[in-house]
């Protein structure tokens, strides 16, 4: 119980002020008529008075009629569903069950199917019970009801999906539900093979206090899975023949001895290579193909495993885009200094890159892939066309080391002069974040940049806009970059000819030189597959888009001023199209699970809500769940009771009071001696 203004509660001091009155008061002697007491002996009286209570009944009479008015006007509140009412509300069970990819293992769903109907089915007469499915987004199938065939017949349908594992948006709508329904006792149950991926995210989530939450796991006791996690795919040349080369990488997680299976490679929908291969115990195996001829355009490729218990991963697809050159538009240097940059950026294919040179003011345009500019400042009128996408690359050399201060507010950096390591036998790249994705090539190879040596270069500090990538042992930036808009802009105080260093002459110069354009002009940011959950920007090319799922049903998504967007529920190609379904797709999607769900580890039950939350207005689950007007007013109406007997005693006191029910305070008289005059 609580109170709504519980500073009347102060007025209870005011109970003093009756015994106090009480106290005070004294009888006066009623005078009594008598002759003359002349004949009557004079003796000495010694008294003694002390002050009592005279009227203990009238008393408390008053005193609870006070206390009553006190509690009227602070306005008490019953919360506990005892008190208000005789509250009898049933028990409320929320059922989460899990629908993820990895529910698909062998057995799986089907024990997930009967523990939930045995809940139901035990679940009592007025009991309410409702149903949630889950993956990486959540699904009320059936809201509370005391309707046992309506609960079950919410699991009809269910069936796992190609989707992650998120237990947090479950939670989420189960605590929703709770609220907008009252409830006598309330449990939650999760039934899951409860992947420890599916955790993520639980941390923060605050759940009814008083709930209880229990998980049923129903995952295998033993398990194992392989799964093809990812592909390498790049086109070679071989003569005038383009060719595809193929490189398939197995994850095998559990299992104790090597295991055979074999690898077959789609393109287009044809099978073009299959290959067997030994799975050794849980780590990674890689197969690789022959290279094979590669279609024209864009190629869907897709690499099946042959199946095991979990057959759902066993299929990874990726989309290679077209093998469209990048044009390089170079501004500045000439000759010797960009003579090993020009050669490393001729070779190579799929994509290959086009260097063109331009003098004076450059106007880049939509077809402009990358603006490289040696040792010179760019032009301020490029600003627009990176903010919509463009790529641009600044060499700092020894013409624009001669300045001090800014260079251009297009640039993160500001010039503080040349830095001179010839007596020092060069300085060397440091804090390489290999993890960027200019550094894609060196990931497996950290230490390569770690051998170029460094003699002359100019001496930078990056400002609050920019992100260092790498930095010299000295700690001055050598890559910078800066994102403006879609776009990003590079600058390199890391020397690019052999003027400064001996970098052009070590082998990591061709990766990193090429890497830096299909960084600046976007390419590398076209992954080869997205994953299911996520959302698909259709591109602006598409007018009208008509999108085919890979279970052929098609999707026209609304467009705004945004653009177009899909969601991508399902694993496999999607298909653009302009208008309608027909001849070559105008963009191609592949689609996978998260790999995660290929990891099947579960987590002890005891350590399902690490991390939730129960809070003090989460309590209105277990009694303060949104509630009638009626319902309110009934929990806030006892002052009305409390005001009307107040009101009762007082009329009580006032009888009492005016009859003169009162008693009399004694006398103490103290034995005296009686002496004669």
Known sequence: MGFLVPAFLAGLAALAIPLLLHLRHRDRDKPQPFPSLMFLEQLTIRTEQRQRVS????????????????????????????VAAGDSRSKAVVL???????????????????????????SGNGDRVAVVAYDDVAETRQRLTTDKAAASGALAGLSPQPRGTRLAPALRVARQLLLDAPFAAAEIVVISDLQRAGAVGVAGVELPAGVAVRGLAVGPEQWENSTVHAVDVRRVLSGERTLLAVKARIQRHGGTAPQQRSVRLVLNGREAASQAVTLSNSGESVVTFDPVPAPEGAVAVQLALSPDALAADDTLVAVVPRDNDVPVTLIGGGGTPTLFLERALSIGRAPSIRVERESGRVRPSARTGVLLYWDVVPNENIASWLEAGGGAVVVVGPQLGARRGSLSPLLPVTVAGAADRLSDRGGTLRDVRTEHPLFAPFREVPDALGAVRLFRYTRLDATTEGDVLARFDDGLPAVVERRIGDGRVLVLALPLDNSGGDFPLQPAFLPFVRQLVMHASGRDAMPLWRTTGERWAVPGTL?????????????????????????????????????????????LLAVNVPTSESVLTPMDTTELLLGVRTGMDSA??????????????????????????????????????????????????????????
């Open 543 to 587: 007018t009208t888009p008509v999108v085919e799922a890979p279970d052929g049903s098609l999707i026209r998504p609304m467009v705004d001023s945004l653009g177009a967007a899909v969601l991508l529920t399902d694993a496999g190609v999607y298909r653009g199209y302009s208008e309608r379904v027909g001849g070559e797709a105008g963009a």
């Open 96 to 122: 989460l069950i899990d629908r993820s990819l990895s529910m698909g293992y062998e057995g799986t769903w089907a024990r997930a199917l009967d523990s939930a109907r045995a809940i139901i089915g035990r």
């Open 620 to 677: 209105r689950a277990t009694g303060d769940a949104p509630l009638s007007d009626e319902d309110l007013e009934r929990r806030q109406s006892p002052w009305r009771l409390l005001l009307v007997v107040a009101l009762v005693l007082l009329a009580a006191e006032t009888l009492v009071a005016t009859r003169g029910r009162r008693g009399t305070a004694r006398r103490v008289v103290s034995p005296s001696r009686t002496t004669t005059p």
């Open 55 to 82: 009227d203990w009944p009238l008393l408390l009479l008053r005193l609870l009629a006070l206390a009553l008015l006190v509690l009227a006007f602070s306005r008490p509140l019953f919360r506990s569903r005892g």
